[in-house]
C-alpha cells in the first residue's frame, strides 16, 4: 500500500484542525474552501512540506537539507527553496566574509506552520503504524 501524497496529508490535517475548532460544516463558506485550496497550492508540490519540516527541526544549509531529503536532485531543492522564498516561508542568509555559506530558516509566516506540520508529523506516524505496519520500517 502505499503512502499519501502531501495534498492528501495536508486536507486531512487541515480537515481536523478545523473539527477542532469545532466550527460547523455548515459555516463554512466558499472563501474558506478556497483558502484552504490556496495554503494546499503553496505547500503540495513534491518536497516542500519535507523541506519545511526539516526546517523547522533544525537544518539550517542547503547540504543538511540535500542529505535528509533522499532522492532530491541539486536544481530541485534549490528550485523549492527559491519557491519557498518567494512564497514568503523562507528566509535566505548568506555569509558576507569568508567560506561561501548560506543558511536557511523559517519566517514568521514559515513558523506558524509548525502546528501543521507537526500534526503531520502525529498523523504520519499513526497512518504509517495503521496501514504499513512492521513491515516497512521508516528510516531514520
Known amino acids: 500500500?502505499?503512502?499519501?501524497?502531501?495534498?492528501?496529508?495536508?486536507?486531512?490535517?487541515l480537515l481536523r484542525l478545523a473539527d477542532a475548532t469545532r466550527v460547523?460544516?455548515?459555516?463554512?463558506?466558499?472563501?474558506?474552501?478556497?483558502?484552504?485550496e490556496v495554503a494546499a497550492a503553496?505547500?503540495?508540490?513534491?518536497?516542500?512540506?519535507?523541506?519545511?519540516?526539516?526546517?523547522?527541526?533544525?537544518?539550517r544549509h542547503y547540504?543538511?537539507?540535500?542529505?535528509?531529503?533522499?532522492?532530491?536532485?541539486?536544481?530541485?531543492?534549490?528550485?523549492?527553496?527559491r519557491e519557498l522564498e518567494r512564497d514568503g516561508l523562507v528566509t535566505r542568509h548568506q555569509a558576507s566574509q569568508g567560506r561561501r555559506r548560506i543558511r536557511y530558516?523559517?519566517?514568521?509566516?514559515?513558523?506558524?506552520l509548525r502546528p501543521l506540520l507537526q500534526e503531520m508529523e502525529r498523523w504520519g506516524s499513526e497512518y504509517h503504524r495503521a496501514h504499513v505496519g512492521e513491515t516497512r520500517a521508516l528510516d531514520d
Do not use: F, Y
Open 1 to 13: 500500500m502505499s503512502l499519501p501524497n502531501s495534498r492528501d496529508v495536508i486536507e486531512e490535517t
Open 24 to 36: 460547523p460544516a455548515v459555516v463554512r463558506s466558499t472563501r474558506s474552501v478556497q483558502v484552504v
Open 42 to 59: 503553496v505547500l503540495c508540490r513534491r518536497w516542500k512540506v519535507g523541506t519545511l519540516w526539516l526546517l523547522a527541526s533544525g537544518c
Open 63 to 81: 547540504s543538511q537539507l540535500a542529505a535528509r531529503l533522499r532522492g532530491i536532485s541539486p536544481k530541485v531543492l534549490a528550485q523549492q527553496l
Open 105 to 112: 530558516e523559517l519566517t514568521a509566516m514559515g513558523e506558524a
